[in-house]
């Protein structure tokens, strides 16, 4: 499906897929602030980890998902173990000695939690990225009314990914031909990294600046209402759900203040 190639959208007819993509940005917002803000952040974290889990295997997703997942935070983990496993100030249980050091079981504690957080956070957000096309997000914008550049805004960063990692990989294996190593010994990874880089960064500049004509030719700025020949879905109970998730946050927020 061609459309996998250009965004992070997986296609489906799940009950995820359907949903609002202001429903979708809802459940995040309620995650990250459910998390950090409200009470039991790790049991909280763990239970909407459980729950991202069960909307990622009825979505098909599961598996694209938790490949994200753990790569992008088991290299945080270990390092995030290291570091406050050692020298957190708050360190003051041994949980393991070895030799002159100790690893401290607050430092161990801290690095759970805030794997947990990441995870909950990270995982509904690639729901999102998976199950929303960003025409969908675009259009949903545009039919709230809200100014075409902030449609742009939110939609952008799900089609630039794709494209740069698209690009990336492009570059790599250009640089291969030409006999560049890039696996091997963490030196020569880390002299493969200039090469690399700035070829990547020079062609987003170049994409964006292509983008922004692109939208000019066709009026992005003029005033006016637009039409669009994608429409949105939505439904009095989709409307429920999302204030009421609103509601949820700005108490959860309110309690977080108050004590």
């Known amino acids: 499906m061609p459309e996998t190639h250009s965004t992070l959208f997986i296609p489906g007819d799940s009950r995820y897929h359907r949903l609002h993509p202001f429903n979708k940005l809802a459940y ?3 995650t990250g602030v459910t998390v950090y803000l409200g009470p039991g952040k790790s049991l909280a974290a763990a239970c909407l980890i459980i729950l991202n889990a069960g909307f990622a295997v009825e979505a098909a997703i599961f598996i694209p998902l938790w490949r994200v997942l753990w790569r ?3 290299p945080l983990a270990l390092y995030m173990g290291i570091i406050h ?8 249980t041994v949980l393991i000695s070895l030799g002159n050091m100790s690893v401290y079981q607050e430092g161990i504690q ?22 929303t096309h960003p025409a969908d997000l675009i259009t949903a914008v545009s039919q709230a ?15 630039l990914l794709p494209a740069m990692r698209e690009r990336a990989r492009t570059i790599q294996a250009a ?35 292509q983008r922004a004509i692109a939208l000019e030719v066709r009026s992005f ?12 879905t939505d439904s009095v109970v989709q409307g429920f759900f999302r204030w009421g998730m609103v509601t949820v946050i700005i108490m959860i927020v309110t309690y977080r203040f108050i004590n």
């Open 28 to 30: 995040i917002l309620l």
């Open 72 to 74: 992008t935070l088991l």
């Open 85 to 92: 496993g050692f020298f957190n100030p708050a360190n003051h």
């Open 110 to 131: 801290f690095t759970f939690t805030v794997v947990l957080q990441l995870s909950a956070v990270l995982s509904a957000s690639l729901l999102f990225a998976f199950c």
């Open 145 to 159: 009314g809200w100014p075409p550049a902030l449609a742009y805004l939110l939609g952008s960063p799900l089609l």
């Open 175 to 209: 640089q291969r031909a030409r006999g560049l190593e890039t696996h091997g010994r963490l030196s020569q990874r880390f002299r493969a990294v200039f090469p690399l880089i700035t070829p990547l960064i020079l062609g987003a500049i170049v994409e964006i600046e």
């Open 221 to 232: 700025n003029i005033p006016g209402k637009k039409t669009s020949w994608r429409k949105v």
